[in-house]
């Protein structure tokens, strides 16, 4: 019942906030943070897409991580802002890169409040650390692979979506989290919380814009292009900067044109990690 409300949500306030063009293209977006903060973000920018483009581009996402994932694996997105397209699972759905976020790279890191006495990772042996869900990539599959690599066994405590393991450890419900360094600078911004990094990992370009092989070659083009620029017009930058604000998101805003070569270590992680599927 929760997740036929959560569809219709997301379904109604799209239609709502929008007006409708031509065909309707699903656009997927990864559960980073709650679905309204996700709506309130990403309606504006599809609108403006749309409104460019002549094709509808309506939000979807599932209930949770876990569910986003599987649909994912399934195909059921035409376009997706993810980067669980890269897993062993989900690749043989075949989503292809077409942009990437105009902004810095993203790491891997596992925080801790700054008042906290924990001071490496040693000292995380057999207490309870948050993570989002098994299948986020920068805040679960890179951290956990690398504390097995020391052979650091933690208590995993999942916290639904990255802002929700935040919450978890703004309260003290475990003493450290497993994070996406953008969203969690971006989620201390908004709220006052502080924090300190115990591990950092390596750079990762952060989540791209995929697109299926079934959407036409020119929607996708045409999709591409208007993202692509949308930083460079007034109106464009004016809807990504009021997007921005409500997730307290810092500039650079928008997105360039980008292809699979571009996240090619996330593949090689894949390839590489001691981590089951």
Same mark, same amino acid.
């Given at each position: 019942?929760?997740?036929?409300?959560?569809?219709?949500?997301?379904?109604?306030?799209?239609?709502?906030?929008?007006? @409708?063009?031509?065909?309707?293209? !699903?656009?997927?977006?990864? +559960? #980073?943070? !709650?679905?309204?903060?996700?709506?309130?973000?990403?309606?504006?920018?599809?609108?403006? @897409?749309?409104?460019?483009?002549? &094709?509808?581009?309506?939000?979807?996402?599932?209930?949770?991580?876990?569910?986003?994932?599987?649909?994912?694996?399934?195909?059921?997105?035409?376009?997706?802002? =993810?980067?669980?397209?890269?897993?062993?699972?989900?690749?043989?759905?075949?989503?292809?890169?077409?942009?990437?976020?105009?902004?810095?790279?993203? /790491?891997? /890191?596992?925080? $801790?409040?700054?008042? =906290?006495?924990?001071?490496?990772?040693?000292?995380?042996?057999?207490?309870? &650390?948050?993570?989002?869900?098994?299948?986020?990539?920068?805040?679960?599959?890179?951290?956990?692979?690398?504390?097995?690599?020391? !052979?650091?066994?933690?208590?995993?405590? %999942?916290?639904?979506?990255?802002?929700?393991?935040?919450? #978890?450890?703004?309260?003290?419900?475990?003493?450290?989290?497993?994070?996406?360094?953008?969203?969690?600078?971006?989620?201390?911004?908004?709220?006052?919380?502080?924090?300190?990094?115990?591990?950092? !990992?390596?750079?990762?370009?952060?989540?791209? &814009? =995929?697109?299926?092989?079934?959407?036409?070659? *020119?929607?996708?083009?045409? $999709? /591409?292009? &208007?993202?692509?620029?949308?930083?460079?017009?007034? *109106?464009?930058?004016?809807?990504?900067?009021?997007?921005? #604000?409500?997730?307290?998101?810092?500039?650079?805003?928008? %997105?360039?044109?980008? =292809?699979?070569?571009?996240?090619? +270590?996330?593949?090689?992680?894949?390839?590489?990690?001691?981590?089951?599927?």
């Amino acid at each position: 019942m929760l997740r036929r409300h959560l569809a219709l949500w997301l379904t109604l306030t799209a239609l709502l906030s929008s007006p @409708v063009y031509g065909e309707t293209y !699903s656009f997927g977006v990864l +559960n #980073q943070r !709650s679905a309204t903060l996700t709506a309130q973000y990403w309606n504006p920018i599809l609108d403006y @897409v749309s409104s460019k483009t002549g &094709v509808t581009l309506a939000l979807k996402m599932g209930k949770d991580v876990a569910e986003t994932y599987a649909m994912t694996g399934r195909g059921e997105f035409d376009f997706l802002y =993810s980067n669980h397209t890269f897993t062993r699972e989900n690749a043989r759905a075949g989503y292809k890169v077409i942009l990437r976020p105009n902004e810095d790279a993203i /790491q891997g /890191q596992i925080v $801790v409040p700054e008042e =906290s006495a924990l001071q490496n990772l040693e000292a995380l042996r057999e207490k309870e &650390v948050g993570f989002p869900s098994k299948s986020a990539f920068v805040a679960y599959s890179v951290p956990m692979d690398h504390l097995l690599r020391l !052979s650091i066994t933690v208590k995993p405590a %999942f916290g639904g979506n990255q802002e929700g393991v935040m919450a #978890q450890l703004k309260t003290g419900t475990v003493v450290a989290a497993a994070v996406n360094s953008r969203v969690m600078r971006d989620y201390a911004e908004r709220t006052g919380f502080r924090y300190r990094a115990l591990w950092t !990992s390596v750079d990762f370009l952060n989540l791209p &814009v =995929s697109v299926l092989p079934r959407v036409p070659a *020119d929607v996708a083009k045409r $999709v /591409q292009q &208007v993202l692509d620029k949308m930083d460079d017009t007034p *109106d464009g930058l004016a809807v990504l900067k009021a997007s921005a #604000q409500v997730i307290r998101q810092s500039p650079p805003y928008g %997105f360039r044109a980008a =292809s699979d070569r571009e996240y090619a +270590n996330y593949l090689n992680f894949y390839a590489n990690t001691i981590l089951k599927e």
